[in-house]
């Protein structure tokens, strides 16, 4: 499975439920200074309104929220409830009528980017309402469930407030979770229950999750933070929570989730598609919603059809070639040596030879930890954990070990997770004085693209001969070309598993068993390979435009200069910006 970077699952567009009216005053101003203040009050206030409406959500935004004027909020996961579509496209258009009312013309520049990426997410929500039964929480690698052991293990204590959120998180997780499976109940009453394997697959992580209680990582993970809380609590009060997590862990957490398992159980059958989202009915339209959602492109799902095959074809044309230059391409693929497998020096390898084509980072720290063996099976091979925007020195690389990367896949994996992938593009976001309120439309085809255009270039930071290098990069791209395809003929073109069976052997790819795994996974996952393939393939279209449009004055330097200043946005404007940005 390919690596994923871990972010905050939001819930049901709980950034439109916190809107204000009235919060602006008279933004009809002509001088651009008050233009500008009143805009960035705007958008503060919807960023603070917003932040608070998911405990989690904010502790992995805000460090301080009280820096924020953030000081009393309630506890919570959120609200789940595929009723509150029609309200939440009142207030979209509402939000969009109060951003009309700016004259975007007399805002900054980053302002006016903000504006327009505030535009294309109202647009692009506006033409998903009637699709909330839709979507699905409980997914195995990227679901709220699966990803909610990850983030309370690795939920920083900065001051005892944390420690009583966190301890308030646990408390109220069944309740949540009975909103989830609420849901899932309607879902169900109209034939959207997810596929039987499916169900399987959550099950049997809720019980990898909870099978040896008093060993679970919940109550050793947090018995060492609060070790660290020693300069701000007795030793009283550290023994106190400690007993405090432990009850609730093992009276709350553990029941909740094996309570979920028993009722996706339950519920198993009563799904009326085991195939890709076109199965269902408006199952199309909902894919093409999700897909422009998920990629952050303008691309059609035909147009991305095309290209990714196009890419393919040039991808296994340079192979090709590449081995009828080199006759022993593939034996010097196997038997090639790195220097080292230490993640460490792999990392600062990463780093020093990144900086001809990148703006160097601030320095920060990071810690690289092994995923836990209870969440093995269902994690990533890899993946990194943002900051909070105030505090970019929270950074956490994890490693699935049961995956079993080595040698160059090691590497290129780190370069993914790390340099120059997702924490150096995180770390270069949040100290480029981006507003606040840009942390809340990061793209995930923009996150993972990123981090898949440069483990691409990473290949060749190795100490490997070039044309292994090169035909191996290639053969990457190629591998995860396939993966896109076939996840937009399963959910768009409804192709069956037979369909996908003949697909990947027409590519020498015979494994059945594994052939239906990866079916199974797509259908689990819709867009899930999208957001690094066609992300990938957006950047490398931006690169072309900017090598096209500046000539001789193009350099990769300047090009990712101007991307980390700009920030994530969808992939249009990045490109309606570029010219502005690289000037500047």
């Known amino acids: 499975m390919k690596k994923t970077m871990i972010r905050l699952v939001p819930i049901f567009l709980s950034i439109l439920l916190c809107f204000e009216t009235g ?31 998911s405990t989690l959500n904010m502790h992995y935004n805000l460090a301080h929220p009280e820096n924020y004027g953030i000081i009393n909020y309630p506890v919570t996961y959120g609200k789940i409830s595929a009723a509150e579509n029609d309200e939440a496209s009142v207030l979209l258009e509402n939000w969009k009528e109060k951003l009309r009312s700016f004259e975007k013309g ?62 308030g998180l646990i408390s109220i997780t069944p309740d949540f979770f009975a909103q989830i499976m609420e849901f899932e109940k309607k879902k169900s009453e109209q034939g959207l229950f997810m596929a039987d394997f499916a169900a399987d697959d959550i099950v049997q992580q809720c019980n990898n999750f909870t099978e040896e209680p008093e060993s679970n990582y919940l109550l050793s993970t947090f018995d060492s933070r609060i070790a660290e809380m020693a300069e701000i609590l007795t030793q009283e009060q550290m023994d106190a929570y400690r007993v405090q997590n432990r009850k609730l862990v093992l009276e709350k957490m553990i029941p909740a989730y094996r309570a979920l398992a028993e009722e996706v159980a339950a519920l198993k059958g009563t799904g009326k598609n085991s195939g890709g989202l076109c199965g269902l009915a408006k199952g199309r339209e909902y894919y093409c919603y999700m897909v422009a959602d998920v990629t952050g492109s303008d691309l059609s799902v035909a147009q991305m059809q095309k290209q990714t095959e196009q890419q393919r074809k040039r991808d296994m044309e340079d192979m090709k070639a590449i081995a009828q230059k080199n006759p022993g391409i593939g034996q010097k693929c196997a038997n090639y040596q790195l220097p080292t497998e230490d993640v460490e020096l792999i990392l600062q390898d990463l780093q020093e030879k990144m900086q001809q084509d990148f703006p160097k980072a601030p320095q920060v720290t990071y810690t690289v930890k092994s995923v836990h063996p209870s969440l093995e099976e269902y994690t990533a091979p890899a993946f990194y954990l943002t900051p909070p925007i105030d505090d970019i020195s929270q950074n956490c690389i994890y490693i699935n070990k049961s995956k079993g990367d080595e040698k160059l896949k090691l590497y290129t994996t780190l370069a993914h997770e790390g340099f120059p992938g997702h924490l150096y593009q995180n770390v270069m976001e949040r100290s480029s004085g981006l507003a606040p309120i840009r942390s809340l439309f990061g793209s995930s085809g923009y996150a993972e ?17 070039k044309e292994v290098a090169s035909y191996l990069q290639k053969n990457q791209s190629a591998l995860l070309s396939l993966y896109a395809t076939a996840d937009m003929g399963i959910h768009y073109d409804g192709w069956t598993l037979r369909d996908t069976i003949d697909f990947f052997q027409g590519y020498n790819i015979v494994d059945k068993q594994a052939i239906q ?68």
């Open 23 to 53: 919060c602006v005053g008279n933004p009809q101003q002509a001088d651009s200074a008050k233009q500008q203040q009143a805009f960035t009050e705007y958008t503060n206030r919807i960023f603070c309104s917003e932040v608070v409406s």
């Open 106 to 167: 007399e805002l900054t520049l980053s302002q006016q980017m903000t504006y327009d990426i505030m535009s294309d997410f109202i647009g692009k929500e506006l033409s998903a309402t009637g699709y909330g039964l839709y979507d699905e929480i409980l997914r195995p690698s990227t679901g709220f469930t699966s990803q909610l052991p990850v983030l309370l293990a690795e939920y920083t204590f900065y001051d005892e407030q944390d420690i009583k959120d966190y301890l």
């Open 449 to 465: 693209g990123w981090a898949t255009y440069v483990e691409m270039q990473s290949f060749y930071y190795s100490d490997v001969e």
């Open 517 to 584: 795994e990866i079916y199974q996974l797509i259908v689990e996952e819709p867009a899930h390979y999208l957001k690094y393939y066609i992300g990938y393939l957006e950047f490398l279209n931006l690169k072309n435009y900017a090598m096209k449009k500046y000539g001789e004055e193009y350099s990769n330097y300047r090009f990712h200069q101007a991307l980390m200043k700009m920030g994530p946005a969808p992939f249009a404007i990045l490109k309606e910006y570029l010219p502005r940005y690289w000037e500047e």
